[in-house]
């Protein structure tokens, strides 16, 4: 039993942990390259959310949504 536990902990330190030992190995070199994962993933972030919003604003101008006060039944 004691080695299932010494597999696991081998398994997450020598390989499911290596990307992100490359990464702090990185930064002390470049910091901008260390977190470019970072930064594209803000960066679609901010492209759904505007795309959301253009889409909210689009069904905003046909007026398609019920706004009046009994729409909602718990309302």
């Known amino acids: 039993m004691k080695d299932f536990f010494y597999a696991?902990?081998?398994l997450?330190?020598?390989?499911?942990f290596a990307p992100f030992?490359?990464?702090r190995a990185l930064e002390l070199e470049n910091w901008w390259s260390a977190n470019f994962m970072s930064w594209?993933?803000?960066?679609?972030?901010?492209v759904a959310f505007v795309y959301w919003m253009l889409q909210l604003k689009k069904y905003n101008d046909n007026n398609e949504e019920d706004?009046?006060?009994s729409s909602h039944s718990y309302l």
């Open 40 to 46: 594209l993933f803000i960066i679609v972030g901010m």
């Open 12 to 16: 997450f330190v020598n390989v499911l």
């Open 67 to 69: 706004k009046t006060i």
């Open 8 to 10: 696991i902990q081998d």
């Open 21 to 23: 030992d490359a990464l």
